[in-house]
């Protein structure tokens, strides 16, 4: 019994590397600059469908496949920030229905192209057998997948917080305005934002397709779950977002193994107290 | 710059004193004509688009209760549904338990719905801007989980069938779609009332001044924070209103009823009306009628003409400023 809970918590931890690992993207772009990109979850979308055309079981492929997933992303966020750019100073109302229109359209030529089943998305074949883990068969990709994920988390860290593009990107979070006046470019920290923040979520979307693979729904879904993770774990911050991160994860696997009818409620019981928490830590808005 | 536009105002009153009138009287008779192709619809089109304008009224109450927030006290929501959802389930619990009474049904869906924005408004009204949109669209996507999750009460993902309502004790039940659909325009018409005597109101005066510049409004000594609440739990009353006619048109509630594409579509209708609750109306309709009408014609892309007006709305405003930016320099 305790090993099916070690197990779930190992997939948990997987699924929450996942979640953080879009709502990085996506609580950089909010943080640099203040927009909700509801075509989030669209982004993760290409890269998983990258996955299903370019994976063929070779590693060699399933690179091609993570380059041309990266890739795709970084210019699909390049140029959402430069479709948000006019709408800047329009409120965030415009911008909000810009990215809705946006992930329609995204879903419409999904379902175009690919159809309205889901379609598999296997990991590399060196990757695709199993360990034992205390009698249980555990697949070895996701044990992969929580190495690279920690890794991104590591160096996605490091560079905010020790390097000068991370120190320039917390500067423009912190005052946009004073970041300006200091000299700092933040027109090229936005778009540099947006590149990076695309490029998460298609990178999110190529490693985990085997996990959450490509069918019609998932970028509402991940959208919705990325976003959650973004409230609880507060804008801007990469910390904050991978413990809110981790937490969902582990609320999504073990809190339904253990309680199913109450994990649901559980997170939304927590979104409420943090809510709470933050009303009263917050100062009020000026 | 906020001093400059104080004083440049009283300067355009007078033109728009006289103008006011007969733009108030052209709009009256667009409201009549409006009010009586709506009533006189069921008497010549078929079913279809009878169940269509129906879904057409539903989308409407929520449209208006989306731009009393987003369009007059400027906080966009993308989560109205969640009341929507409060208030359907609890029509429907209410029909299929107690009471098959429309009349009481609307009442404690309205009545459902307002409570559960007055809980939600402390935690929900922290917020501004987008961390508003975030923060209203994460509650609403927990609405819809419970819902889908808590089987004993509201059937989970197989939703919940409700019988259909009657409008006195001893009638029969509603069941031909031209009769339901004039029970939504009552209700609509009603509802639609209420809100017009309320946009004369002080709180709604309050409510715009706080969209516009809350710190000054705050300064003058207004209580913004009251009527921000009052103005939430008013919107949530109207979105539990439209959950209400939602069950009863449909005689059926899911999950999916309150999704994401609820709220911005509502969300949509609201910024097509920009800040007008009658231009957020002719949105509603031009949305189902953009969706189902022309959507149907097609071929299964419906979403992407969705898509296109999403868009079409988002860049209205900046395409007319710099069209107008770029032809009055030419006199000069």
Redesign the interface.
């Known amino acids: 019994m305790a090993v099916t809970y070690a197990v779930t918590a190992v997939d948990g931890v997987a699924f929450g590397l996942l979640l953080f690992t879009v709502a990085a993207g996506l609580t950089l772009i ?1 943080g640099v600059m ?3 990109n509801l075509a989030h979850g669209s982004l993760y979308l290409a890269g998983a469908y990258v996955a299903y055309l370019l994976s063929r079981g070779g590693l060699l492929d399933w690179a091609a496949a993570l380059a041309a997933g990266a890739l795709i992303g970084v210019a699909g966020g390049a140029a959402l920030g430069a479709a948000m750019r ?2 800047a100073r ?9 990215t ?10 999904y ?2 192209v690919f159809g309205g089943a889901p379609l598999p998305a296997d990991p590399p074949t060196p990757l695709s057998g199993s360990v034992h883990m205390g009698g249980f068969r555990y697949p070895v990709y996701r044990l992969g997948f929580i190495a690279v994920a920690a890794v991104l988390a590591l160096a996605l860290h490091w560079a905010v917080t020790r390097t000068r593009p991370g120190v320039l990107l917390r500067a423009t979070v912190a005052d946009r305005a004073m970041a300006a006046a200091t000299g700092i470019g933040t027109g090229r920290v936005q778009t540099a934002a947006m590149a990076v923040g695309g490029g998460l979520a298609t990178t999110a979307g190529v490693l985990g397709a085997p996990l959450l693979g490509p069918a019609p729904g998932v970028d ?1 879904t991940v ?2 779950l990325c ?2 993770v ?2 609880i774990g507060g ?1 801007g911050s990469i910390g904050g977002t991978l413990a809110a991160a981790l937490m969902v994860g582990q609320v999504q696997t073990v809190g339904v193994l253990a309680a199913p ?1 109450a ?3 559980a ?2 019981g927590v ?2 107290v943090v ?2 928490v ?2 009263r830590l ?1 100062v009020r ?2 | 710059m906020s001093g400059a536009a104080v004083t440049s105002r009283p300067a355009t009153p007078a033109s728009d004193q006289t103008a006011a009138p007969r733009v108030a009287r052209r709009g009256g008779i667009l409201v009549a004509l409006a009010v009586l192709t709506a009533v006189a619809l069921p008497f010549g089109v078929d079913a279809y688009t009878i169940s269509l304008a129906s879904t057409a009224i539903v989308l409407a109450t929520l449209a208006v209760s989306t731009q009393l927030l ?1 369009g007059v006290a400027g906080l ?1 929501s ?1 989560g109205q549904a969640a009341y929507l959802g409060v208030g359907a389930y609890t029509a429907a619990l209410l029909g299929t338990t107690a009471t098959t009474n429309a009349l009481a049904q609307l009442v404690a869906g309205t009545l459902a719905g307002t409570v559960a924005a007055a809980l939600c408004a ?3 009204l ?6 508003f ?3 209203s ?3 609403a ?2 609405a819809r ?2 819902a ?4 004993d009460v509201t059937g989970g993902d197989e939703g919940l069938h409700l019988p259909p309502v009657t409008i006195w004790p001893a009638t029969a039940p509603l069941r031909g779609d031209g009769y339901l659909y004039l029970y939504l325009l009552a209700c609509f018409l009603l509802l639609a009332g209420t809100v017009a005597l309320l946009m004369h109101s002080r709180l709604v005066l309050v409510l715009r001044g706080a969209g516009d510049h ?2 000054r409004l705050r300064a003058l000594g207004h209580r913004v924070t009251g009527s921000l609440f009052a103005g939430y739990a008013i919107a949530g009353g109207l979105a539990g209103a439209a959950g209400a006619m939602l069950s009863a048109a449909h005689r059926y509630v899911s999950p999916a009823d309150l ?2 594409e609820t709220s ?1 579509l509502a ?2 209708a609201a ?1 097509i009306g920009a800040g007008s609750m009658r231009g957020a109306v002719a949105g509603a309709v031009m949305v189902v009628a953009v969706r189902d009408l022309l959507g149907a014609e097609t071929g299964g ?1 419906a ?2 003409l ?6 079409l ?3 209205r ?2 395409a007319t ?2 069209i107008r930016e770029h032809t009055s320099r030419r006199p000069r």
């Open positions: 909010f203040d927009v909700l006019p709408l329009f409120g965030h109302l415009e911008q909000a229905l810009a809705l229109g946006i992930a329609y359209l995204a879903a419409d030529g379902t175009s509402t959208l919705v976003l959650i973004v409230v804008a009818t994990a649901p409620f997170l939304f979104l409420l809510l709470a933050r009303a917050a808005p000026t | 987003t966009p993308l402390p935690l929900v922290q917020t501004r801007g987008t961390a949109l975030m923060v669209f994460a509650v996507e927990m989980t419970v889908s999750k808590w089987t809350e710190p999704g994401l911005a969300l949509l910024a892309h979403l992407a969705l898509g296109l007006v999403f868009l709305v988002a860049y405003r900046p400023a710099w």
